[in-house]
């Protein structure tokens, strides 16, 4: 079994930087706040999926989604008669969000555990990737981000398969992250009750591939990288 962990980088060593609009400025616990490229970046690439808000028929939808990065671009993409596709094709502000968990922190009273996490939170109005070229492209780059080299060993895309996918982009000039590090934050005059405190780390980690049935290669498992 295969596992990567990143360790959330510290406080005095992200850059310096405050926020892109004053939308974004983290208001409750700011000194968690992260506003600099390089932190947004390294969580977006870390994340799984994320979770696309919008407002559909006045209602507020969250839909659970697979993301990728591409320079200062956010990535995502689905079935072309997904309800949320064509709502951000057609040009609805979005808030999309991506969250690492990687501890429970257990304190001496319920009032103060807590997770150790890394989240994004970005904002902004996303456009659809019609090109042909440039579709392919995107996802070729949302393939290679997880597992290196496998699109130069699948079969092409057919014209039917990309007019059957929507892929939607968005800039990433609005944007905050907020991390949480370290262990249980007691009051002095909890720090003798008699229960066990601290942190138990969460990583994600790859099992044992399992191949397909019908499979009858000899070919070994690509390899899977980016975990957190």
Same mark, same amino acid.
């Given at each position: 079994?295969?596992?990567?962990?990143? !360790?959330?980088?510290?406080?005095?060593?992200?850059?310096?930087? #405050?926020?892109?609009? &004053?939308?974004?400025? @983290?208001?409750?616990?700011?000194?968690?706040?992260?506003?600099?490229?390089?932190?947004?970046?390294?969580?977006?690439?870390? !994340?799984?999926?994320?979770?696309?808000?919008?407002?559909?028929? #006045?209602?507020?939808? &969250?839909?659970?989604? @697979?993301?990728?990065?591409?320079?200062?671009?956010?990535y995502w993409h689905g079935s072309a008669a997904s309800r949320m596709l064509k709502t951000n094709a057609a040009g609805g502000a979005v808030c999309v969000t991506a969250t690492l968990i990687d501890g429970f922190v257990l304190a001496r009273s319920g009032f103060n555990h807590s997770i150790n996490y890394r989240s994004a939170m970005c904002f902004g109005t996303p456009s659809e990737i019609t090109e042909p070229a440039a579709k392919i492209e995107a996802l070729q780059h949302f393939l290679e981000h997880w597992f290196p080299g496998r699109w130069a060993t699948l079969r092409p895309p057919t014209r039917k398969e990309l007019a059957a996918?929507?892929?939607?982009?968005?800039?990433?000039?609005?944007?905050?992250?907020?991390?949480?590090?370290?262990?249980?934050?007691?009051?002095?005059?909890?720090?003798?009750?008699?229960?066990w405190a601290g942190v138990m780390p969460l990583t994600t980690r790859v099992g044992v591939p399992v191949a397909a049935e019908d499979y009858h290669g000899t070919l070994p498992p690509p390899r899977l990288v980016g975990l957190y």
């Open positions: 079994m295969v596992t990567s962990s990143k !360790a959330p980088a510290g406080a005095a060593g992200r850059r310096a930087s #405050g926020p892109s609009s &004053a939308f974004t400025r @983290l208001r409750r616990l700011p000194k968690r706040g992260a506003y600099d490229p390089a932190t947004l970046y390294a969580i977006l690439d870390a !994340a799984t999926h994320c979770h696309v808000a919008h407002v559909v028929d #006045g209602r507020p939808v &969250a839909t659970p989604t @697979l993301h990728w990065r591409r320079g200062e671009r956010l996918t929507r892929v939607l982009s968005m800039p990433l000039t609005e944007a905050s992250a907020k991390i949480r590090e370290g262990g249980p934050h007691d009051p002095p005059a909890d720090v003798s009750w008699p229960t």
